[in-house]
């Protein structure tokens, strides 16, 4: 040791000793003590899966019935034999087994041609149209931020809700980018803990309790000060919270094994160790295809499929398949046509996904015609925000107009 | 609040945004040049002998093959240059041309790609486009192989203009394929770039108002002398180096210092780190620390010289995996580096290095020799030595309070007069760094 402790004296304790614990803290002390497997039939949730890059939908939902599709695609077309079917002119991709047999159960809705008006093909832009809702200006928030700002009644943190909503992945999306609460991203449990120093184990309380007193307290007038104080809050807060929630989960159900298997899989431990939020969201990315599609694309669709398909399994095994519908949308469609590389450009409308046993299973607008086209892409026929229109009146039980500001039908899937 | 008033405060700034902050040692030399010297250096790093940090990752004898050897070679650079600027540069133009192993699959062809942005770090632009344009990485990663006469593919014509140049809103759809066009046949040898003149097209094409039988290099013309991307440039730059919100006028500023001198890169720096705007308080401690900057910065800061093999690893954890950006548009950046996930391996990040992972092994640190030789008197005097060198004192100060209090009592929590023993005054001192190091200013550079 090079600091002698003899000169190093400690000087008014009585002084400084303050206690400095938030409301909070408390309040959440409270909430993790109370942790219990959730029954079902209490709740609606909704998990929205983000299919990154730009799905090529056509070889999602294959047009198999048209002509035109195998003209536009000489090289990467799937004959129809191999197609599994939906109904007489279109049917999935062979990759899409678990799909299929979710169809069979009258489990899945395929909406078709999902766009919006002037699309852009910027994958940036686009994508973050689909997260906000808003494709005529930036917005800050995303549509399902907004629902969780508008049902958060101050209570966030108490009894009823601790995590409004839980993104499962190590990066926030916009879409649950809010005004008033914070959303936090956990990729996983296992490393999902505030460590410290494991030769002083003993002085693990004082550091925590050290932290906490801090980071409630922590007034500074800096820009993303207050972003840190919660999220630093929030961070270890959720790290016993989900710990605690994960641990009281048991399955037999077994997911494939890749990054988003893993990811469902935490999100049904989540719904069904009791977390109870309201939103999951979670990513699967790659469907940029601009080159050697085939293989790239239908990895990712086999995975789409059997992980979720593992997913409604296993909470119908938790006979929590009631409470849960999932949405899986991409930011767009590819080009009709395909390139030179046997890959396909960014296009526009494509299929919209949404399963679940409340979910009124079947297939739901004209598939996209392949000959009348806008400069080589599919022309939409859906507007994306009547699904989500759906999905915040008839499932979740908000107003939609008040969300996506502005008036939007309805569809009969939920 | 501490207001950062000395020349030291800006010089440390300085340092923390144009480089990966610095060691004590490197942190005299730069205040003994003053601020203006040290900028000076900063901005010429071809003047300033770098062959230590080349003999030393010569020494590691690292195989370009291997992506985790490429990580690591990148790391030292950053840890251990002494061109900072150079390589920060270098660290912005892999953020700007995000191009990722994960597509390309070739180390050592993103190796070549990362000696060219290195190469042109502070140099002309326009040269810098050609070669990425002629960049084999490049050329897989955005699918030019695939881009040939009559059967375009798009893919690097449009990100070339939405996200390397003049932005979106630009440009016009017929913008890309006309560009697309202009590029057919840039394609790749396994090794070099190669031009094949039967797939490329050599109809008339017309870019942004610009008509004749355009190939790729008229592109990166165009594209290089629009004040679009001399607008797009300036304010990534600024958002990178000074300030996430940053007023027009200096946007502007910035951006004529790029058309006034050719497209050079270094006036822009100039003029960004000269600003009244970069020395206000309105910029200090203003930016959230990216994963690079907080791993790098604590080596240095905390002179840590054992950089584990798996660092890389750390940091791809709190969301920048180096060579693995998440997209062609990079990182985000600014607030989007902080969620719950990322802020837990930030925390844990600092219990590593200030906690002992095994019994049989030093630490990464010694708190109490970074201590030595200082004459602290008391506990209070402790907690001001190291939140005086780990952020510049800039808390509040109920947090000096409380870690005071935090040092000043036993390992059950129990208010002390004096510390009983040395293992007792270890474990505070750990807990004092791990806590200073989870606390909000220190994830702001």
Known sequence: MNVSRRNFLTSGLGVLGVVLSGPQIFALAAQAASIAPRAGGKERILVVVQMGGGNDGLNTVIPCGMGAYYQARPQLAIQPEQVLPLTGQIGLHPSMSGFADLCKQGKLAVIQAVGYPNPNRSHFRSMEIWQTAQPDRIADTGWLGRYLDLADTGTAGGAEH???????????PKTLSASKVIVPSVAGVADFRFRTDPRYADDRNAQVAAFTDIYSSFDLQRPHVDLLRKVGLDAREASDFLTRSVRSYKGTVAYPGNSFGDGMKFIAQMIAGGVNSRIYSIGLDSFDTHANQSRKQGTLLKQLSDGLAAFQKDLEAHQLDRDVIVLCFSEFGRRVSENAGRGTDHGT?????????????????????????????????????TVYATILDRWLGADSRQILGGNFDSLAFV | MLTASTERNWIGHLLRRGGFGATPEEMSRYDSLGYEGALEELLNPQRVDNSQLEDFVGQQQFDFTRIEDLKRWWLYRMAFTRRPLEEKMTLFWHGHFATSFAKVREPYSLYMQNLLMRKHALGNFQELLLGISMDPAMIVWLDNQQNKKGKPNENYAREVMELFTVGIGNYTEQDVKQAARAFTGWQRTPAAFRFNRNQHDYGDKTLLGVSGDLNGDDVVRILSRQPATARHLALKLIKFFALDDPDPAFVDRAAAAYLQTGYQIKPVLKTIFTSREFMSERCYHAKVKSPAELVVGTLKTLQVTRLDGDLPTVMARMGQSLFEPPNVKGWDGGPAWISTDTMMERFNFAARITGQKFN??????????LAAGQRLKDAGEMVDYFLSMLVEGDVPPSTRQRLTAYVSSDLAGRPLAAIPDDTTLDAKLRGLVHLIMTLPTYQLA
């Open chain 2, 360 to 369: 049989d092994l030093e630490g990464y640190i010694s708190p109490s020799e």
């Open chain 1, 162 to 172: 601790l995590f409004p909503a839980v993104n499962a992945g190590p990066l926030l």
């Open chain 1, 349 to 385: 409308a494509g299929p919209v996904f949404v399963l679940g046993s409340p979910v009124k299973g079947g297939v739901y607008g004209d598939h996209p015609s392949l000959t009348d086209l806008d400069a080589g892409d599919l022309k939409f026929k859906i507007d994306f925000r």
